[in-house]
T-cell receptor, first 112, second 117 residues
Framework: TQLLEQSPQFLSIQEGENLTVYCNSSSVFSSLQWYRQEPGEGPVLLVTVVTGGEVKKLKRLTFQFGDARKDSSLHITAAQPGDTGLYLCAGTEETSGSRLTFGEGTQLTVNP | GAVVSQHPSRVICKSGTSVKIECRSLDFQATTMFWYRQFPKQSLMLMATSNEGSKATYEQGVEKDKFLINHASLTLSTLTVTSAHPEDSSFYIC?????????????FGPGTRLTVT
């Protein structure tokens, strides 16, 4: 059983559409990060959320951390082809020190 | 800031040989470094955690004698894949975490593509 359940795993949409990616767990996290990864490269950190209920915005991306710190979502408004990539959520459990656990990832394709 | 480099970016080796991958934090001191492997179209799987000056902690199922990790300084960790086999072919990624205990963030290197023939 995956500690962090990420959905959907694959998403193909048209330019201009909105989308939401979810990351869920039964564990409580001290923090949760969202990364974006392009093929053949390492993940790039987009945001870190640490407070239950926290909402952070990064241009057209909105990140939310659940009140109980067990889940998170990433919402993209008016998606563009440049948003195409693998989106990964990763969390640090309260009992795991600095160890990051990754979700399975969401492969997003935005078609022009 | 928070730049992590890896070298080499790609390596091809023959079965039975050993390969060393370097991970460096370029503009900060990394008290902890992590090594991951990633198969195509899959997420990252943590292999081991290393703290400067101490032995690495390996995840369950990862052979410590096969994947040798050294974290000799606050800016350098190395992963040596010993007696490599084709099934070790993968994308290996390191990450580094700074010394601030309140910082949860890890910064990732660009990855190393290992192909064992």
């Amino acid at each position: 059983t995956q500690l962090l359940e990420q959905s959907p795993q694959f998403l193909s949409i048209q330019e201009g559409e909105n989308l939401t990616v979810y990351c869920n767990s039964s564990s409580v996290f001290s923090s949760l990060q969202w990364y974006r990864q392009e093929p053949g490269e390492g993940p790039v950190l987009l945001v870190t959320v640490v407070t239950g209920g926290e909402v952070k915005k990064l241009k057209r991306l909105t990140f939310q951390f659940g009140d109980a710190r067990k889940d998170s979502s990433l919402h993209i408004t008016a998606a563009q082809p440049g948003d195409t990539g693998l989106y990964l959520c990763a969390g640090t459990e309260e009992t795991s020190g600095s160890r990051l656990t990754f979700g399975e990832g969401t492969q997003l394709t935005v078609n022009p | 800031g928070a730049v992590v480099s890896q070298h080499p970016s790609r390596v091809i080796c023959k079965s039975g040989t050993s390969v060393k991958i370097e991970c460096r934090s370029l503009d900060f001191q990394a008290t902890t470094m992590f090594w991951y492997r990633q198969f195509p179209k899959q997420s990252l799987m943590l292999m081991a955690t290393s703290n400067e000056g101490s032995k690495a902690t390996y995840e369950q199922g990862v052979e410590k004698d096969k994947f040798l990790i050294n974290h000799a300084s606050l800016t350098l960790s190395t992963l040596t894949v010993t007696s490599a086999h084709p099934e070790d072919s993968s994308f290996y990624i390191c990450s580094a975490r700074g010394g601030n205990p309140s910082s949860y963030e890890q910064y990732f290197g660009p990855g190393t593509r290992l192909t064992v023939t």
